[in-house]
């Protein structure tokens, strides 16, 4: 039985389900009219919540305790996005995000609360679909299997009574923006401006603009997803995992879109060469710096230690929930 399958359908599933993307009717005069009412229905509660807590109640620094209690923490992706390209269709995206090389602020000595973090992501999104509406992928992609690395950041600002953040790719130049309420689900809203001397066939439609939503999953709803246990998503299990999508994606970059690749692959080999001095990582085998095709089991040996993929219909079902 395929526990990864259910758990990631049921997160993905009330995700999508709360985020219904259309394409833009109104110019239509078959297309009902959107009123005042319809949108004030949507908002929880109509009183402002008291500092610390949300409209649900609850506190605002739930997903933050737990990033500090765990030293990492997983949300699922979802989000639609517009590329400049003239007559491209909207792109719905899903995806899996691990963050963990946390640092916090001082909250014991001062009232800044805020972190940074290293992640890694897998995407869910069809390549061909993407490339169609003008994108231009930097970064290595591959379907339910972490290959990208990025950086995350947020502060709690007490005037919004939320932690404002954003992440980005390592090797690309979008980022996104969040706002946690300490809520299962936040808003988020990306873009990605034009790509000036980007080498990449693409890069003279790869700016977008996006919107969507993250959902804060357990670490053990992971480990169902990857019908593996948790001792798999640990802090120190993260650190191996970032530094081969590290490595792969860099090498990518530094192939394909880099007018100076050489000084990007002497740093590539240095971090490889502390890596080797130290012991505590080791670079991904040869054949691990190719393209993934996403059906590999996950690998468990001492030497690799890598995460690999989800199996493909896993793949296909959660795409077939978002309607991608």
């Not at 649900?56 to 989000?79: E, L, M, P």
């Amino acid at each position: 039985m395929f526990y990864s399958l259910s758990t990631l359908l049921h997160v993905l599933a009330a995700s999508a389900a709360s985020i219904p993307f259309v394409a833009a009717q109104a110019s239509e005069t078959s297309a009902a009219p959107v009123t005042t009412d319809q949108l004030y229905a949507k908002i929880s509660s109509t009183a402002a919540p008291a500092p610390g807590f949300n409209v649900d109640g609850t506190s605002v620094f739930t997903n933050y305790v737990n990033a500090v209690n765990d030293g990492q923490f997983f949300f699922t992706r979802d989000a639609s996005s517009v590329y400049e390209k003239p007559g491209s269709e909207p792109i719905r995206g899903a995806g899996l995000t691990w963050c963990s090389d946390l640092t916090f602020s001082d909250f014991s000595n001062s009232s800044l609360m805020g972190y940074a973090a290293r992640c890694v992501g897998m995407s869910l999104a069809r390549y061909e679909d993407t490339m169609a509406a003008g994108a231009q992928f930097v970064h290595v992609l591959s379907e339910a299997k972490f290959t990208q690395t990025l950086g995350i950041s947020a502060v709690f600002v007490e005037q919004l009574n939320i932690f404002e953040g954003q992440y980005h790719p390592n090797t690309d130049d979008f980022a996104l923006r969040y706002f946690d309420d300490g809520r299962k689900t936040a808003p988020k809203i990306g873009w990605e401006g034009h790509d000036e001397g980007d080498m990449h066939p693409n890069a003279a439609t790869s700016s977008w603009s996006g919107f969507g939503e993250m959902t804060w999953v357990s670490v053990e709803e992971v480990a169902q997803l990857f019908n593996t246990s948790t001792d798999e998503f640990t802090p120190d299990k993260f650190k191996q995992v970032y530094f081969d999508a590290w490595i792969k994606s860099h090498e990518k970059e530094a192939a394909e879109n880099n007018p100076n690749p050489q000084a990007e692959l002497e740093i590539i080999e240095e971090v490889k060469g502390e890596a080797d001095s130290t012991g505590e990582t080791t670079a991904p085998a040869e054949s691990d710096t190719e393209e993934d095709s996403g059906t590999d089991p996950i690998d468990d040996s001492a030497s690799g230690r890598k995460l690999a993929s989800v199996v493909a219909r896993f793949v296909s079902a959660a795409l077939r929930v978002f309607g991608i």
